[in-house]
């Protein structure tokens, strides 16, 4: 007579399905971490069949599996009742947990996301003080002070700043993207980990180093280089246009005086 379950095979399955439990509950942990969560597997909800125990011997998971109901024989419906509290309750605690941890999560994309737009609204607003005291001598060199020709300068000028706000802004939602994809990413990293073997204090604390990481990574890539020269464009072509208005001008103004000339009658005096 072979010794051990599983059919024979010396508990062979009996050991892989623990090592897959085990897993399981490890990979529920990492998850919970990143602000994930799933209900506990179905086999470890408990069993109506586990509760079915003969008279007079005490209740508990695996009296008479199969729940064949002989004469002496009772279901232990208090038994099944805490089992089943304690495995929901589990699952109600596992689920705040993961729930509090998602909200940390956020958080730190908001931050992130928060440091990002200071760091170049610092350059924009840097750009803007020092452009418009070049600008605004300028204007005062060229004598179209309070002209309309500020007027279209200050236009040009607005709309370079709001154009950048608007890149800033583009910046920073890329960043939470790329945050929260590389955040995924390590979560999946960390299921494999776990189901070639690492141990659980190992692939946690992996998943806490990559967390960390991960924020710090995408904040420093996200600020790397800077805006660009803002408003030097948009001056350029005002300049432009001034220019080309002075040429018009004078051009305007030669065309008047050879029109307001003598004509030549062809008689010399």
Known sequence: MCGGGGGGDGGAAAREEKRQREQDSIISDVDRLFGVHTDAPEYAKPNKDDYWVHRGKSSGAG???????????????DAYNRAMAEWQGGNASNKAAAAANAEKRQQLYDETAADVREHFLTDLNKQQDNSRRVDNFSLARRGVKGGSSELDHDG???EA????????GNRA???INNLKQADENARLRMHEL??????S??????????????AD???TNAMTGGLGDVFGGATQIWLNDQ??????????RFNNRSSGARPFNGTVN
């Open 161 to 168: 700043y709001n154009r950048s706000v608007l890149d800033i």
């Open 173 to 175: 939602d890329s960043t």
């Open 217 to 219: 990574n995408a904040r």
């Open 194 to 199: 776990v189901r070639s073997g690492e141990t």
């Open 243 to 252: 220019q080309n208005q002075g040429n018009l001008n004078a051009y305007s």
């Open 63 to 77: 009296s008479n599996r199969g729940g064949q109901q002989s004469r002496g024989n009772h279901f232990d419906e």
């Open 201 to 214: 204090n190992s692939v946690i604390q992996s998943a806490l180093t990559g967390m960390s990481n991960a």
């Open 156 to 158: 040009r000028f607005l």
